[in-house]
């Protein structure tokens, strides 16, 4: 089995920075892209960032305030998040592709959500 556990969520001020982390642990031979999803109230969940074979790409609602990286050797995917705003308020989801050794082939996984809350 794979998991995925983010840490990192909470509420902070509008212009503020918050940084996400998500770690992937298990039955992985290899991750293709991970990245980061993300659902506010109401609404259907959309791509924030993703990084796969050293490409990355943003949503455009984010580009020049987030920044996504991560750490192979760790199985391990950061979103630094600066300059913050309301409408940055969702649960924000990880997400990997991975080589499951059990089930040898590759899949999807999710973490299981943080909240994140922009609000003075």
């Known amino acids: 089995q794979v998991q995925l556990v983010e840490s990192g969520g909470g509420l902070v001020q509008p212009g503020g920075s918050l940084r996400l982390s998500c770690a992937a642990s298990g039955s992985i031979f290899s991750i293709n892209t991970m990245g980061w999803y993300r659902q506010a109230p109401g609404k259907g969940r959309e791509l924030v960032a993703q990084?796969?074979?050293?490409?990355?790409n943003y949503a455009d609602s984010v580009k020049g305030r987030f920044t996504i990286s991560r750490d192979n050797a760790k199985n391990t995917v950061y979103l630094q998040m600066n300059s913050l705003k309301a409408e940055d308020t969702a649960v924000y989801y990880c997400h990997a592709e991975v080589y499951d050794t059990l089930r040898l082939g590759f899949y999807d996984y999710w973490g299981q959500g943080t909240q994140v809350t922009v609000s003075s």
């Open positions: 990084t796969s074979s050293g490409r990355i």
